[in-house]
């Protein structure tokens, strides 16, 4: 079993800047690849940022220049520095992590990320 703890959420000003983190923890083995999706009220879930196993990364274009995705392999932490908040980032936050040679991704709970204008 593997668990994800999200934290950093919270209430900001537009253009303000909240650090995002998660720890994995459990029956991990190799991590294929740890990221951030977000789903506001209404909306499809969709791809924030994913950071690969060899460091690759990949992001959402309303997000390129703004967010940056980075890990500690050593901690099994991921985090997701937001900068340049927009009211259009607000959204409930989750955690994401794939074991190599699989195809399952393992969710967090989500965690609150609120930008007022």
């Known amino acids: 079993q593997v668990s994800l703890v999200e934290s950093g959420g919270g209430l900001v000003q537009a253009g303000g800047s909240l650090r995002l983190s998660c720890v994995a923890s459990?029956?991990?083995?190799?991590?294929?690849?740890m990221g951030w999706y977000r789903q506001d009220v209404g909306k499809e879930r969709e791809l924030v940022a994913r950071?690969?196993?060899?460091?690759?990364?990949t992001y959402a274009d309303s997000v390129k220049g703004r967010f940056t995705i980075s890990r500690d392999n050593a901690k099994n932490t991921v985090y997701l520095q937001m900068n340049t908040l927009k009211p259009e980032d607000t959204a409930v936050y989750y955690c994401?992590?794939?074991?190599?040679?699989?195809?399952?991704?393992?969710w967090g709970q989500g965690i609150q990320v609120t930008v007022s204008s």
């Open positions: 459990g029956r991990i083995s190799s991590i294929s690849a």
């Open positions: 950071i690969f196993r060899g460091g690759a990364t």
């Open positions: 994401t992590l794939r074991l190599l040679l699989t195809t399952t991704d393992y």
